[in-house]
T-cell receptor, first 116, second 117 residues
Framework: AQSVAQPEDQVNVAEGNPLTVKCTYS??????LFWYVQYPNRGLQFLLK??????LVKGSYGFEAEFNKSQTSFHLKKPSALVSDSALYFC??????????????FGGGTRVLVKP | DAGVIQSPRHEVTEMGQEVTLRCKPI?????LFWYRQTMMRGLELLIY????????DSGMPEDRFSAKMPNASFSTLKIQPSEPRDSAVYFC???????????????FGPGTRLTVL
């Protein structure tokens, strides 16, 4: 069975400082990894995904994530955080093959608070 | 594109009543997913369809829950009878994936906030 862990319930960062949101995963075979963001009273918005290729993936709103197979991690990063980045962030994984290839498993979410 | 459309956005009902949630996926998408979000359990996949056919309903909590996809542009999630513990935000998502093993990005609707009194 696949699983995702987001070890931090909340991350606080000052505006302009680097932001990192941690994610580790467990899946059989090669993982397909996703990051989504949820603003209050809104649905999840897709940020970026890793399928194959370059371990550094660039996504929307200046976010990027680094896939590390040996550490089974897919941490989300932004070099300079904005107050508007304050939201709930979800990491998700799918095995990407077989009948369950489409089945996303989400982490518990990390709340990011960026202070002015 | 209007994105995934869900209705209603908010639903308040009394225990024992039937609740029907509706979803219109993005045009041209072949896969549709229903999720439930609660504080206690986070985001859970309830069921997903590929080409209008239910592929995996193992996340459906019990027989009170049912989902249908009569055509490529419409799906319903029904709870009958509803109970207070069903209170949650229900999301619909869709993706291009032409087969059940596809890995295309899922795009989410705004959700329906259900409150069962």
């Amino acid at each position: 069975a696949q699983s995702v862990a987001q070890p931090e319930d909340q991350v606080n960062v000052a505006e302009g400082n680097p932001l990192t949101v941690k994610c580790t995963y467990s899946v059989s075979g090669n993982p397909y990894l996703f990051w989504y963001v949820q603003y209050p009273n809104r649905g999840l918005q897709f940020l970026l995904k890793y399928i194959t290729g370059d371990n550094l993936v660039k996504g929307s709103y200046g976010f990027e994530a680094e896939f590390n197979k040996s550490q089974t991690s897919f941490h989300l990063k932004k070099p300079s955080a904005l107050v508007s980045d304050s939201a709930l962030y979800f990491c998700a994984v799918t095995p990407g093959q077989g009948a369950a290839g489409n089945k996303l498993t989400f982490g518990g979410g990390t709340r990011v608070l960026v202070k002015p | 594109d209007a994105g995934v459309i869900q209705s209603p956005r908010h639903e308040v009902t009394e225990m024992g009543q039937e609740v029907t949630l509706r979803c219109k996926p993005i045009s041209g998408h072949n896969s549709l997913f229903w999720y439930r979000q609660t504080m206690m359990r986070g985001l859970e996949l309830l069921i997903y369809f590929n080409n209008n056919v239910p592929i995996d309903d193992s996340g459906m909590p019990e027989d009170r829950f049912s989902a249908k996809m009569p055509n490529a542009s419409f799906s319903t999630l029904k709870i009958q009878p509803s109970e207070p513990r069903d209170s949650a935000v229900y999301f619909c998502a869709s993706s291009l994936a032409r087969t059940s093993g596809g890995t295309d990005t899922q795009y989410f609707g705004p959700g329906t906030r259900l409150t069962v009194l």
